[in-house]
């Protein structure tokens, strides 16, 4: 069965730093493109970053660019957000997705990120 389990999310103050993680199984991860996406309470979700099966084909959210770096780790079945200069207005559960080649949707639970200004 598919699991999806993202970590790192936490109290942070405004101009800090957080790495979130998310580790996958179930599926053929080096197939997957995998996506970070967020919600704020009262907000839709939104895509914050993404990642091709190789590790190319990179794509950000506006508000993420020169901020946010998504990477991941084939052989550990890894994707991670690093999150830099975080912003109030960054509060928000995070929430891991996977693609696969049938386009077929996954998501984790999410990680609550809180930033204090």
């Known amino acids: 069965q598919v699991q999806l389990v993202e970590s790192g999310g936490g109290l942070v103050q405004s101009g800090g730093s957080l790495r979130l993680s998310c580790v996958a199984s179930?599926?053929?991860?080096?197939?997957?493109?995998m996506s970070w996406y967020r919600q704020a309470p009262g907000k839709e979700r939104e895509l914050v970053a993404s990642?091709?099966?190789?590790?190319?084909?990179?794509n950000y959210a506006d508000s993420a660019k020169g901020r946010f770096t998504i990477s991941r780790d084939n052989a550990k079945n890894t994707v991670y957000l690093q999150m830099n200069s975080l912003k109030s207005e960054d509060t928000a559960v995070y929430l891991c997705?996977?693609?696969?080649?049938?386009?077929?949707?996954?998501w984790g639970q999410g990680t609550q990120v809180t930033v204090s200004s």
């Open positions: 997705n996977a693609r696969d080649l049938w386009r077929n949707m996954y």
């Open positions: 179930g599926f053929t991860f080096s197939w997957a493109r």
């Open positions: 990642i091709g099966a190789d590790g190319t084909s990179i």
